[in-house]
């Protein structure tokens, strides 16, 4: 009765999301006294066995077929529920990425079980009993409430929310089996078609720092000093919704409910009031600095730092004064 994970790759290149369900599953083996398991689809994804066995993986089962050669959750869900049937493991874990929910989705349709995201916290109460309750906190509606149920399935199947689990190193013996699976030609109906490849660097999601610009930036180019800024600290620009309302950036650049989640050291939120939609994108942050001309904005009451003050005037002071240190030093 393992615990299985999903593991998310895109053409071989492994999801860091995926080390985080990695963690959350060793915690749930820990408790059961079972061990971890990982799945990978695709051949392209056989190199990654040797990364999951350093995180934990006692066993890597690799599936192949033509159809997995890349991403669709039609194929990939069939190929998780059938792995499911042959593994019969005690429990699923995917982390919640849009992809990772995705497939988990599709795998528990074509299962008929149950499907729990967005998980915070997986407490199982007794150790190795098969009766054991699960108590699950959930991340609801976007992060901005926490539910907490019980789940009771004769298979668990869990997405972790991005970003609470922390990944870390535990050695797992690493034993690698071909898993067979049979897909049928159709399943192949929603694949990845194209891809559009970003400029350059890190990514929203996995920037060290990010520089965000709400509507208190006014305009397109008003960004140009927020980019600046990002440049001299080596991070990434993302924007509030308003801004993509506005046309002044593109929804990939998009924090919040309906953008991307972003977890990075520093989050510098320029002329962003912090409604609970945003919020909830940029909760995970670990440091918060706020700029805006309103001291009671939401997201200067929860920041770690503010500065209250015209974002024009305090974004190239910042810029300015690092230039002048770095010059120095
Ligand atoms: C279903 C749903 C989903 C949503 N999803 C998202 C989402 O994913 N992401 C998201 O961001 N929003 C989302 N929203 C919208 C959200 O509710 C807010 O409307 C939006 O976040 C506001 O953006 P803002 O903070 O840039 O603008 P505002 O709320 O207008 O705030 C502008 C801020 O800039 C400050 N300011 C103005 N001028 C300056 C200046 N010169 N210098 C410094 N500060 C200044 C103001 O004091 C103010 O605090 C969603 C809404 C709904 C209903």
Redesign the pocket.
Known sequence: MTILVVVEHDRGSLAAATLEAMAAARRVAADLATDVSALTLGAAADAVASVLAEHGADTVHQVHHDLLADYGPEAWGEAVAQAVRALQPAAVVACGTDRGNEVMAQAAARLGAALVVNCNTIEVSAAGDATAQWTITRSRWGGSLLERCTLVAPVKLLTVTHHVFEASTSPGAGSVLPLPVELEAWLARTVVAERVERAAGVTLSTAPLVVGG???VGSAEGFASLEELAGVLGGVVGC????TNNGWRNHTD??????TRIAPDLYMA??????I??WV?AMASKQILA????PE?NMVTKADYAVIG???AVVPAITNEIRRRRAQA
Request: charged share 15%.
């Open positions: 709400g509507r208190g509030s919704r308003a801004v998009q924090v919040g409910q309906t953008g320029c002329g962003i009031s912090g409604a939609q945003h994108g700029i805006n001309t309103d904005a015209d974002l024009h």
